[in-house]
């Protein structure tokens, strides 16, 4: 079956303008399966940081009784990376090359593909 999520997730990176790689990950911070076209990035190491990050938000959002968090988004000087959570166990995250592309686009398209991966692992 992690065939299936390749394929999606390889067409997501495909559908998204400026998207270097994409990943389906446990909120324990473990891959299930990656894409990378034009990215040299540990995808172990980005799955298990973003988790990190991820888990700070959450706690931090609960703390300040923010609700639940749904998405993420992390700017850096090099990529952008966009986070969406899928259910409470698994997210999704999209790596973009900084200032390429069309971010609202890639929102929605990872929320279609966070919908999808939803419906299959619950």
């Not at 990950?25 to 172990?44: E, H, K, R």
């Not at 200032?99 to 398209?109: E, I, K, S």
């Amino acid at each position: 079956m992690t065939q299936g999520y390749e394929q999606r997730i390889k067409e997501l990176v495909d559908n998204i303008p400026g998207a270097l790689g994409a990943s389906l990950t446990g909120t324990d911070g473990i891959g299930i399966t990656f894409y990378q076209s034009g990215l040299d990035l540990d995808p172990t190491l980005a799955d298990a940081e973003f988790a990190t990050m991820l888990s700070a938000s959450r706690r931090a959002a609960e703390s300040l009784s923010l609700g639940s968090i749904s998405e993420q988004t992390i700017a850096t000087e090099k990529l952008t990376v966009l986070i969406k959570l899928v259910g409470t166990d698994f997210y999704l995250s999209v790596i973009m090359q900084q200032g390429a592309g069309n971010l609202g686009m890639a929102r929605l398209l990872l929320r279609r593909a966070s919908e999808e991966f939803k419906n299959i692992l619950y």
